[in-house]
C-alpha cells in the first residue's frame, strides 16, 4: 500500500479489519453512505471500444467478489443513456447471480452531476482516464475534468504522472472544486482500462485474453482503491 500525501496507488492490503470497523460504524449511526459508494463508468467499452459483452461479464464478477470481500460498500455503475446497452448487459448478469440490487446496481445520469441532478449520493467517483492523467479528450474523463476545475487537475498532477493499463490513483478533492461543492465528491479514482482502439496509446489488437486480465486488475485495483478511502 503505497501512501503518498492525499494520493494512494495501488492498495494491497487486506482491509476486512476495517470493513468490520466500518460495521460498526453503522450501527452507532454514523453511517455516512455517500462516502460508503463508488459511482463508476464502464471502463474501456466506448473511446477505446473493449467488447461490451466481455466487459460486463468482468463488471458484475469484480463487483460481486468486491461485495462478498467489503460487506457496507455500495457499487454503482453509471452511463449517460437509459439506451445503454453495457447498463443492460450489467443488470441482467448481475440480476441472474442474485447480486444484491440495494449494494450493486446501474444508474443514469452524468457521473458529474449525480447528487444535484440524480439525487444519488457518491462521495466517491471513477475516472476512465488516458496514460498521460491528461484533461480533456472527450467521454468521461473530459466530463470529470471539466467538472474538476484547475483544483481537480493540480490535485491530480500531484499524485501521478502516467498511469499503466490495469491500474488505478486515488486523488482526493479539493475543497475548492466545484465537484467537491456542489456533489459532495471527495476523492476521484483515476482508472486506465485496456485499449482496443488503434487509433489509441497501448492498443491490443484485439487479444482479448490480454485484454481481459488487463480489465479485471483495472477494476481490482479501482475497487481496492475505494476501499481504502474509506477509513
Ligand atoms: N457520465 C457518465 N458516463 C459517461 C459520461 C458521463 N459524463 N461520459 C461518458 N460516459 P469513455 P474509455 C460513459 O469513452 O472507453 C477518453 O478520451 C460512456 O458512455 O469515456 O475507457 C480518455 O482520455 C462509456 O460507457 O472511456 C481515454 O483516452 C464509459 O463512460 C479514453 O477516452 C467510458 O467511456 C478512454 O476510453
Known amino acids: 500500500n503505497v501512501e503518498a500525501g492525499d494520493c494512494s496507488i ?3 492490503e487486506e482491509l476486512n479489519e476495517k470493513a ?3 460495521k460498526q460504524a453503522k ?9 460508503h459508494t463508488l459511482a463508476f463508468p464502464s471502463i474501456s467499452t466506448a473511446d477505446f471500444q473493449f467488447d461490451l459483452d466481455r466487459a460486463s461479464d468482468i463488471i458484475v464478477e469484480s463487483a460481486a467478489d468486491f461485495l462478498r470481500k467489503y460487506n457496507n460498500l455500495r457499487l454503482v455503475l453509471v452511463d449517460l443513456s437509459k439506451k445503454s446497452r453495457i447498463l443492460s448487459l450489467v443488470k441482467d448478469k448481475a440480476a441472474k447471480k442474485r447480486i444484491d440490487s440495494s449494494r450493486f446496481f446501474t444508474f443514469v445520469g452524468d457521473i458529474t452531476q449525480l447528487l444535484s441532478k440524480g439525487g444519488l449520493q457518491c462521495n466517491v467517483i471513477a475516472n476512465a482516464a488516458n496514460w498521460r492523467l491528461k484533461p480533456g479528450g472527450g467521454g468521461v474523463n473530459a466530463a470529470i475534468f471539466n467538472a474538476g476545475g484547475e483544483a481537480l487537475q493540480h490535485a491530480t498532477k ?10 488505478s490513483v486515488v486523488v482526493s478533492v479539493p475543497s475548492t472544486s466545484p465537484l467537491h461543492q456542489q456533489e459532495g465528491v471527495t476523492h476521484v479514482i483515476h482508472v486506465l482500462g485496456p485499449n482496443m482502439n488503434p487509433m489509441r496509446p497501448d492498443y491490443l489488437k484485439n487479444d482479448y485474453t490480454k485484454g481481459c486480465k488487463i480489465l ?11 476501499a481504502s478511502t474509506v477509513q
Open 158 to 167: 500531484k499524485c501521478a504522472d502516467t498511469l499503466r493499463p490495469g491500474s
Open 216 to 226: 479485471r486488475e483495472a477494476y481490482n485495483s479501482l475497487f481496492e482503491n475505494f
Open 20 to 22: 468490520e470497523n466500518r
Open 27 to 35: 450501527g452507532s449511526g454514523s453511517y455516512d453512505i455517500g462516502s
Open 10 to 12: 495501488e492498495v494491497k
